[in-house]
Nanobody, 115 residues
Framework: QVQLVESGGGLVQAGGSLRLSCVVS????????VGWYRQAPGQQRELVAF???????NYTDSVKGRFTISRDSAKNTVYLQMNSLKPEDTAVYYC?????????WGQGTQVTVSS
């Protein structure tokens, strides 16, 4: 059974940093691209960044230069390092494969950035 479990969210002031973690159970981690997504209140869920099995990364324009996605194959974990956070980064952050699989969505982790 595949599970993706997010952690690391919290409340931070604008300009601060957080690191999110996503632990992926199962062998699927080794053969899949993994992405971080976010959903702000009243907004659609959007892709923030994804990383391929070879480590190639891709980011949405609004986070380029501030966020870094990485993967640790030994720990089956994908990280999202978020620096220079802005109030508009406030959202629930989720990880999933990329493209996402509908029944792999977890609870997410809340990130709140105060101004």
């Amino acid at each position: 059974q595949v599970q993706l479990v997010e952690s690391g969210g919290g409340l931070v002031q604008a300009g601060g940093s957080l690191r999110l973690s996503c632990v992926v159970s199962g062998i699927i981690f080794r053969v899949s691209r993994v992405g971080w997504y976010r959903q702000a209140p009243g907004q659609q869920r959007e892709l923030v960044a994804f990383v391929t099995t070879s480590g190639t990364t891709n980011y949405t324009d609004s986070v380029k230069g501030r966020f870094t996605i990485s993967r640790d194959s030994a720990k089956n974990t994908v990280y999202l390092q978020m620096n220079s956070l802005k109030p508009e980064d406030t959202a629930v952050y989720y990880c999933n494969l990329h493209p996402p699989v509908w029944n792999y969505w977890g609870q997410g982790t809340q990130v709140t950035v105060s101004s």
